[in-house]
């Protein structure tokens, strides 16, 4: 009777391991197609589009049937360009856009496309040349992308060449719950006047994908931990999309960014988030959008329509 009883027991405990290892199987797909952008399987690629608030970039798992570099890249880009029609997303591309080839040179890749690519609105492009080089790299054997307008070289809007981009030269979230680490900012805060800045040293234990950029920014969002410091940013205030490229930041808040209700000078916002930026990263202008676009009357004096550089005067505040 007692072998009896215990092989029920030894029956039982195996059942039980069984049930628990297809959980643990069924929970590991269901993260898997929850986060795309973790990890990709051998013989897929992400293809980045922009989200249906056109905010942000958002990436797919796309698989193609080409595997030779220069057809590969092809796929990839007709993938790009054509958003198939069962993703709430749409191209980084303006329809108005034309694509006229690529070339591959060593680890370069050069896309062409004709006269309108210069037309896109600035935040647009960005998001554009981010998603493009985020896309084509991961093709074996292309380390950078060199974007060409009619045949010419990319220029920014300061009408220096862009020149070739690499995967890194543009920061993007990912998501890894198991990896942090401790870092020291200097972030600039608002003194008792409201007029001036004033710095305040803070360690964070913060995930090591979350960007340096983005950490400042919802630090400073979060508000000051000192006495003698006060906030220059709405604390409901959201970042829907950071990224860094040629040492311009450009960071899209929501509409809460625009809330009057802090008594700060007009420039103190904008100020402790650009010297903020430039005291810790290589970061030296940074633009600012609202829900995608920089036409835009901050406190219906500063207008958004420009980039910020670093600036000493309004540092030194009253402690």
Known sequence: MREF??????????????VTASLCCLLSACRESLEPTASVSEG????????????????????????????????????????????????????????????????VLYVYFDINYSSMK??????????????????????????????????????????ALSANDFILNTSNVNAYEKTELTLYFADETGNKLIAEKREVVHNIN?????????????????????????????????????????????????????????YIPIYSIVDSLSEMTPVTRVQIMVNGSQDVMFRDVVSLNTTFERSQDYIGGVQ
């Not at 890249?73 to 191209?91: A, N, R």
């Open 44 to 107: 897929k690629y992400l293809v980045y589009y922009l989200n249906a608030s056109t905010t942000k970039l958002v990436p797919q798992v796309y698989e193609p049937e080409s595997t030779a570099p220069k057809e590969l890249v092809e796929e990839l880009m007709d993938q790009f360009i054509h958003v198939p029609k069962d993703l709430d997303c749409q191209s980084a591309l303006s329809d108005k856009v034309a694509y006229q080839g690529m070339r591959l040179e060593g680890q």
């Open 122 to 163: 600035p935040e647009q492009e960005i998001l554009c040349r981010a998603g493009l080089t985020r896309t084509l790299t991961q093709v074996e054997g292309v380390d950078y992308v060199s974007v060409y307008c009619g045949d010419q070289p990319l220029i920014d809007r300061l009408g220096s060449p862009v020149g």
């Open 5 to 18: 009883i215990n092989g029920k027991k030894r029956a039982f405990k195996c059942l039980v391991l069984l």
């Open 210 to 266: 979350t960007s340096l950029e983005q950490l400042i920014v919802e630090q400073l969002i979060a508000g000051p931990s000192q006495a003698g410091r006060y906030p220059t940013l709405p604390s409901d205030c959201k970042v829907l999309s950071i990224s860094v490229t040629d040492n311009v930041c450009y960071i899209n808040f929501d509409a809460a960014f625009l809330n009057t209700a802090l008594t700060v000078g007009e």
